[in-house]
């Protein structure tokens, strides 16, 4: 049974990539090399042997500490790792090694780092959603133009329907976040999010923008709400949307036809 192999290899790949996110995660937003150095302690700057490097394994193997300074490191390291490595396994459940595995795989390595860069920092770069733009219209035009036609299953917008795709993501997150400067002057929505929204219409086109932002916003504003309720409304506490944006876009992935069919079977058969 060669498929439940495939599947334990991709996760395996999942989870180094996953290792591979945690550097940039960290190293990204001060501008560092993710290639040099190696990876460090941050306590004592004791560089992580290869030993001590095993995705997953070496946190619990090494009890949560450095080997050195037995300084603790966070559990996150290890989440992060194993998070990718299940959605890479979820990945090849749904598309198995079709060229859509592909082209998700890359969206949901860059929506990953773009959560936990933003849930620790409020801020998406640029150097992601930009670059991401072109590469989910360009994968696209690969679809549209150089590979065959998919069948039933494919799920990749058309050219036309991932340019509307950028324009709606970006444009609808554009306007309100303009408003509400206009409005309060205050900046409630960053622009990062307006960037973050036109690469994921790029790749997942308009009816998976809309969803995104739809699902993004609902569950944004009920975790929002129950932090306010915990941590008190004083607490200054801007929920970033980054991740909200990211699960949306992950969800309409794996389920958003599946969603938006049996929300269209309702109205149309309706209450009757
Ligand atoms: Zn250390």
């Known amino acids: ?76 390291y290890a989440m992060v790792e194993l998070l990718v490595a299940l959605l890479g396994a979820a990945l090849y459940w749904r598309f198995a090694f079709a060229p859509e595995f592909f082209a998700y795989a890359a969206f ?24 991401g733009i072109v590469v989910g219209f360009g994968i696209a035009c690969l679809f549209g133009f150089v590979l065959p036609a998919g069948g039933a299953e494919a799920l990749y917008p058309s050219v036309i ?14 306007l309100i976040s303009f408003g509400y400067y206009v409005l309060t002057g205050r900046e409630g929505l960053g622009f990062g999010d307006v960037k973050l929204l036109a690469m994921i219409g790029a790749f997942v086109g308009w009816k998976g923008v809309l969803f995104t932002i739809f699902t993004g916003s609902v569950a944004g504003a009920v975790i929002g709400v129950f932090i306010m309720t915990f941590r008190g409304k004083g607490a200054k506490y801007a929920v970033p949307f980054g991740p909200f ?28």
């Open 245 to 272: 944006l990211s699960m949306g876009a992950l969800l309409y992935i794996f389920f958003g036809r599946s969603i938006i069919s049996w929300y269209l079977s309702l109205i149309m058969i309706g209450p009757n």
């Open 108 to 131: 949901t390595v860059a929506l990953a780092t773009v959560a936990f860069i933003d849930l620790d920092h409020k801020i998406i770069p640029n150097v992601i959603s930009l670059p």
């Open 1 to 76: 049974m060669p498929e439940a192999i495939y599947l334990v290899v991709v996760f395996i790949i999942g989870a180094c990539i996953g290792s591979f996110l945690n550097v940039c995660i960290y190293r990204l937003p001060e501008h560092l090399s993710v290639v040099t150095p190696g990876s460090r302690c941050p306590s004592c700057s004791a560089p992580v042997r290869s030993f001590d490097n095993i995705p997953i394994i070496s946190y619990f193997i090494l009890g949560g500490r450095c080997r050195s300074c037995k300084a603790t490191f966070s559990v996150r």
């Open 161 to 174: 329907d991932a340019a509307i795709g950028v324009v709606l993501g970006g444009g609808f997150l554009f």
